[in-house]
């Protein structure tokens, strides 16, 4: 069966290191997002891409970086961690613009 | 601003019962989707409903339907004859027109629905 996966689902780092957190989905939808969510609220929406080597920033995508090399992978990067990017990520795609997203189980990430 | 408002930040509901969670939206676009996703304590999160702005009639999706009410730009989720299971974190959320716009949603703060045996 087709599905988003997201690694690690946890993760603790300190601040000011280099974080990665993979997203892979075998849906082989173009269209791929990365959100946080903090307590209590809905998603923001951090960076997307409708391809390979697409990408485009969110509305929260200070200090965050994607890359999309395959149609697979939309890897996010934390250049230099901070306390205010604890949160936890989704990753989600989607086949079209009128469908809807599928979303990974998420990685809690604690910054220290 | 605000571009999906959630007001319930709670709610409650009999078992059985029907429960309407409400959704207002605010787009300048002719052209743009609804949709309303759960979130069990688990974490994940699941499609529910789907409602296209050019869709005549009101989206079903078994005990789940969306009250369109385009003029008032209100999209409210019901859930009818309420389980158990339905004690979750509920969010509405809104693709804007465009194929800029291209599955790129904005999502509401949610509302959490317990229901009561």
């Known amino acids: 069966d087709a599905e988003i996966t997201q690694s690690p689902r946890h993760k603790i780092t300190e601040t000011g290191r280099q974080v990665t957190l993979a997203c892979h989905q075998t849906?082989?939808?173009?269209?791929m997002f990365w959100y946080r969510q903090d307590l209590g609220h809905g998603l923001r929406l951090i960076h997307y891409?409708?391809?390979?080597?697409?990408?485009n920033k969110g509305e929260v995508s200070d200090g965050y970086s994607v890359s999309r090399s395959n149609t697979e992978d939309l890897p996010l990067t934390l250049e230099s961690a901070a306390s205010s990017q604890t949160s936890v990520y989704f990753c989600?795609?989607?086949?079209?613009?009128?469908?809807?997203?599928?979303f990974g189980p998420g990685t809690r990430l604690t910054v220290t | 601003a605000q571009k999906i408002t959630q007001t319930q930040p709670g709610m409650f509901v009999q078992e059985k019962e029907a429960v309407t969670l409400d959704c207002t939206y605010d787009?300048?676009?002719?052209?743009?989707?609804l949709f309303w996703y759960k979130q069990p304590s688990s974490g994940e999160m699941i499609f529910l409903i789907y409602?296209?702005?050019?869709?005549?009639q009101n989206a079903t999706e078994g005990r789940y339907s969306l009250n369109f009410q385009k003029a008032r730009k209100s999209a409210n989720l019901v859930i009818s004859a309420s389980q158990l299971g339905d004690s979750a974190m509920y969010f509405c959320?809104?693709?804007?027109?465009?194929?800029?716009?291209?599955?790129?949603?904005?999502f509401g703060d949610g509302t959490t629905l317990t229901v009561k045996p």
């Open positions: 959320a809104m693709r804007e027109g465009g194929n800029t716009n291209a599955g790129k949603s904005t």
């Open positions: 989600a795609s989607s086949e079209a613009q009128d469908y809807e997203q599928y």
């Open positions: 787009t300048s676009d002719q052209s743009y989707g």
């Open positions: 409602q296209g702005s050019y869709d005549e």
């Open positions: 891409s409708y391809g390979v080597q697409d990408t």
């Open positions: 849906w082989n939808h173009n269209n």
